[in-house]
């Protein structure tokens, strides 16, 4: 089972009772902030996906979502399986082939067949790895693996004070109902 990336807002009772004395009318518009809360990380977890290139982002950005979970907490998440690669990003590992015998790579600069790339003929060995006509034929490598892009917590760091306004904002309009 595949555990989704998230982020959790807590401490949001402790917030609240600095606040003093809550009545009905703070306790609602509290948990009608948490809806606010919740898009307001979603949306700054998308920005932060944005800003930095180097992944294609497509499902990543769709995959992120921010929900209330209660009348004073919320969740800013992703069930995409990769999230947790790219959070917190992964040990050097081995690839090997799953379905053929090799995997297969074009060499830079050359076109297979072509008079401007090497000849069909061509065929050359280098360790575990073999190069028949411009194409590179591997039984696996290793790969370096992914360096943790920690979305989702430095979203969490940037946002704290937004947060805090938002509550701050919701008990003082109820008070001023």
């Known amino acids: 089972m595949i555990m989704p990336v998230s982020v959790e807002v807590i401490g949001t009772k402790e917030v609240i009772a600095r606040f003093g004395r809550i009545n ?3 306790k609602a518009a509290i948990a009608a ?3 606010r809360i919740a898009l307001h990380g979603e949306r700054e977890v998308k920005l932060e996906i944005t800003r930095r290139p180097g992944i294609q982002t497509g499902q990543f950005l769709a995959s992120v979502k921010g929900v209330p979970t209660g009348p004073q907490s919320a969740v800013v998440f992703s069930t995409l399986p990769q999230a947790l690669w790219l959070e917190y990003g992964t040990r050097s590992h081995f690839v090997a082939p799953k379905n053929k015998q090799a995997l297969a ?3 830079p600069g050359t ?3 072509s008079r401007g790339g090497l000849p069909v003929s061509v065929t050359y060995a280098k360790g575990r790895q073999k190069v028949v006509g411009g194409v590179l034929f591997s039984k696996g490598h290793m ?3 992914i360096k943790a892009r920690w979305y989702f917590r430095n979203t969490a ?3 704290r004070p937004d ?3 938002f509550l701050r904002q ?3 309009a109820a008070k001023n109902a």
């Open 33 to 35: 902030s948490m809806g």
């Open 143 to 145: 790969v370096a693996g």
């Open 163 to 165: 947060v805090l306004s």
């Open 24 to 26: 009905a009318a703070m």
């Open 111 to 113: 076109v297979r067949g």
């Open 157 to 159: 760091d940037r946002i």
């Open 105 to 107: 790579f074009p060499m």
């Open 170 to 172: 919701a008990v003082e």
